[in-house]
């Protein structure tokens, strides 16, 4: 409450200085420039917090449609897989048991391939450029070996 005390008494001050035709002076032009900048620095983190808000009610959106995407899609897999295993049978080319386990084995041989390529991607998960600019330089001055 004091400083708003100490803002209207400057403000008033150089308000008289003003209306006698002096100028407000070096530290008035400080002060003014201060309450300038406090205002802008305010009014971009409260926009800045406006759209962070934003950014995160858009992701959980975003992801509610997306589990929504992949559950519809893992539907129309499933039904996929289910026309053709009765076209196989109604064809008598393959017994709905046979059918299942090549269809198993097919899956879990993709579910690996999936595995090694997460596996090899997930090194680049740990900033591996960036931590080595960070680790200083072996000084070689420094470095006895016997």
């Given at each position: 409450?004091?400083?708003?005390?100490d803002t209207a008494t400057a403000d008033h001050a150089e308000r008289a200085n003003t209306?006698?035709?002096?100028?407000?002076?070096?530290?008035?032009?400080?002060?003014?420039?201060?309450?300038?900048?406090?205002?802008?620095?305010?009014?971009?983190?409260?926009?800045?917090?406006?759209?962070?808000?934003?950014?995160?009610?858009?992701?959980?959106?975003?992801?509610?449609?997306?589990?929504?995407?992949?559950?519809?899609?893992?539907?129309?897999?499933?039904?996929?897989?289910?026309?053709?295993?009765?076209?196989?049978?109604?064809?008598?080319?393959?017994?709905?048991?046979?059918?299942?386990?090549?269809?198993?084995i097919l899956h879990g041989l993709l579910a690996v391939a999936l595995l090694f390529a997460?596996?090899?991607?997930?090194?680049?998960?740990?900033?591996?450029?960036?931590?080595?600019?960070?680790?200083p330089a072996a000084d070689s001055s420094t470095d006895v070996s016997p």
């Open positions: 409450m004091a400083s708003r005390c209306a006698s035709g002096r100028e407000p002076g070096l530290l008035g032009a400080a002060r003014s420039l201060g309450r300038e900048l406090h205002g802008s620095v305010h009014d971009h983190l409260v926009l800045a917090a406006l759209e962070t808000r934003q950014a995160g009610e858009s992701l959980v959106r975003i992801i509610a449609m997306g589990v929504l995407m992949a559950s519809m899609l893992l539907t129309a897999w499933l039904a996929l897989v289910s026309a053709g295993l009765f076209i196989l049978i109604e064809r008598s080319f393959v017994s709905a048991s046979l059918f299942l386990l090549l269809l198993a997460i596996r090899r991607r997930s090194r680049c998960l740990l900033f591996p450029a960036t931590i080595s600019r960070l680790q």
